[in-house]
């Protein structure tokens, strides 16, 4: 069993990614090629945003949303202390401040309450910050409806990092459209991949899409040998953008579909056995992941264990924290702030989790646990 079988999708759309790719390599415009532009409208329109500019990696998608943002050196950024670490780094690569902020042990999502506490901490050193940056995880949408309230009351631009989170909705409400600056990313084992890496960011903004096209080409004017600010080069390359069509098609049509299936069934077989992933009502998650919640680091090692006896991988997302990586040892928050993320490193677990699962291998998997954790004195 795989834990993303990305080989079985691939098997599954063989025909017309061949075809796609072979279109490019016979047409020659290997780079910003129409396939490019083309995908770009139809990752705009399934969001429901006005603009959608693609670039190299997910990554750069957050360093040229930050930038667009004109954020700068010393900027305070908050920023989830449970994601996966690129969402931190950009901040700290541009020289700008990260100010970690405590999740919902439900949700694994930034928590609207640890916000504010975090907020009034700055602000009572006579300091304001600049964004809020929201990360929605394993697939599933941030609490926007109380955030965006809370970022517009304190003055902070939200830059959405939905890198796994492509395809989750809130009442039928696109992530990718919750930011002031939206972003994503196609590396292959995201909800919607490429066969490389990938990225896109989202915005209504006239202005900001202006700003990220010119940043994402060497930050070039209107003429491109004219170069009116210091840029970048992140382009999604053409092969990859011709690949995403025909996958954003049968993500539409059943992916993310079978995804919600699968996820359905571990939820009613485990739930009352493990703690199971929590989706608030109206909310849909794309389920980048498919991720519980054990007892102890005992209890999560003896359940890992049984299932690779099995053959069946099984994840650790994420095995650190923020605050609890080598770069970030110096540093300073109180204990209580962050003992949720801090907490839970040690008792998560993420299961098999991808389009083209069988229900036998989900029955299968939730056995194993089931009977481990019934085996257990
Ligand atoms: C994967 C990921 C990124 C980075 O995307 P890349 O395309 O790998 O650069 C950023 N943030 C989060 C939350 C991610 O999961």
Redesign the pocket.
């Known amino acids: 069993m795989q834990f993303i079988d990305l080989k079985k999708q691939y098997e599954t759309l063989k025909e017309t990614i061949d075809a796609a790719i072979s279109k490019v390599l016979n047409g020659g415009d290997y780079i910003m090629g129409n396939d490019v532009a083309a995908i770009e409208n139809e990752l705009a329109k399934y969001c429901g945003v006005k603009h959608c500019i693609t670039c190299a990696?997910?990554?750069d998608a957050?360093t040229i949303s930050l930038k667009a943002a004109r954020i700068k050196a010393c900027d305070y950024i908050f920023v989830p202390n449970f994601?996966?670490f690129?969402?931190a780094e950009v901040i700290s690569e541009m020289g700008a401040k990260p100010i970690f902020v405590d999740i919902d042990e439900d949700t694994f999502n930034i928590s609207p309450k640890s916000l504010i506490d975090q907020i009034e901490k700055l602000n009572s050193k006579g300091k304001q910050a600049k964004a809020v940056m929201t990360?929605d995880?394993f697939g599933q949408s941030c609490d926007y409806e109380n955030i965006i309230k809370i970022a517009k009351k304190n003055n902070l631009l939200v830059i959405e990092?939905s890198?796994?989170g492509f395809g989750g909705s809130i009442k039928g409400r696109k992530n990718c459209s919750f930011g002031d600056i939206s972003t994503t990313?196609f590396?292959p084992a995201?909800p919607l991949g490429c066969y490389g890496?990938g990225?896109a960011i989202f915005t209504d903004s006239d202005d900001y899409a202006e700003l990220i096209k010119s940043l994402r080409v060497h930050g070039k004017g209107s003429d491109k040998y004219d170069n009116i600010r210091i840029g970048y080069n992140s382009r999604l390359d053409t092969i990859q953008a011709s690949i995403l069509m025909p996958k954003l098609k049968a993500f539409q049509e059943y992916e993310l579909s079978e995804r919600n299936k699968f996820a359905d069934i571990y939820t009613k077989q485990l739930r009352a056995f493990v703690k199971t992933p929590i989706v608030p009502y109206g909310f849909e998650s794309s389920w980048a992941q498919y991720t519980i919640t054990l007892k102890s680091e005992a209890e999560r090692q003896e359940v890992q264990t049984a299932l690779k006896d099995k053959g069946i991988p099984s994840m650790i997302y994420y095995p650190r924290t923020m605050v609890q990586q080598t770069v970030y040892a110096d540093y300073k928050y109180e204990g209580k702030d962050l003992e949720v993320s801090n907490g839970i490193t040690n008792k998560v677990l993420s299961l098999p989790m991808h389009p083209y699962l069988k229900e036998e291998d989900i029955k299968t998997i939730c056995e194993i646990i089931i009977n481990t954790l019934a085996s257990r004195p």
Do not use: I, P, Y
């Open positions: 990696n997910g990554t957050l994601t996966f690129a969402s990360v995880l990092d890198a796994q990313s590396f995201k890496d990225g």
